[in-house]
């Protein structure tokens, strides 16, 4: 079975086992329709019963049936929250996953190979795609279609159409 992360632990959440998440899926309500999660950390995996779930700030706090100390949650620090494959929301027409878009082919207009997308920053109005172009910090690009007018997953690459001043920022 095929897994898909949505989120990583952040921290424990009070003294009962609860834990904070930090999602990485574009619609933190998602988290309202699942039963169950896996936390993954050092290529171990347990599955966790969903009993309760809240939002604090821009975090998610579950209440798993397994998790009851202060000491479950702890250890669980910085684990990955999946699920299945299958249990993922549909995308939109030219929607791709993030895991999908990690380490494409970054390319400009003309076939210039820029580098590899190596991260995809949410931030509140768009996200911005990494791109390892050989600098300290990377190309910084948002994922917005007049900058990334072409997406091809199943080719490896995407293609970026730099403006002037995008270059060192």
């Not at 669980?76 to 791709?96: G, Q, R, T």
């Not at 993030?98 to 390319?107: N, Q, V």
């Amino acid at each position: 079975m095929d897994y898909i992360t949505i989120g990583k632990v952040a921290n424990a959440h009070g003294v009962k086992g609860d834990i904070k998440i930090f999602p990485t899926t574009d619609d933190i309500n998602r988290f309202k329709l699942l039963k169950r999660v896996y936390l993954e950390q050092d290529n171990k995996r347990i599955e966790v019963t969903i009993q309760g779930i809240k939002f604090v700030k821009h975090l998610v706090v579950l209440q798993t049936k397994e998790l009851n100390t202060i000491e479950d949650a702890l250890a669980l620090k910085n684990a990955s929250v999946l699920i299945p494959m299958d249990e993922a929301l549909p995308l939109e027409e030219n929607e791709n996953f993030i895991f999908e878009l990690i380490g494409l082919e970054a390319r400009e207009l003309d076939g210039t190979i820029l580098g590899k997308l190596t991260e995809v920053i949410s931030s509140g109005a768009h996200d911005v795609y990494v791109i390892d172009d050989g600098t300290k910090n990377g190309l910084m690009v948002p994922a917005k279609v007049e900058f990334i007018p072409e997406v091809n997953v199943e080719e490896g690459y995407l293609t970026v159409r730099l403006i002037e001043g995008l270059r060192g920022l």
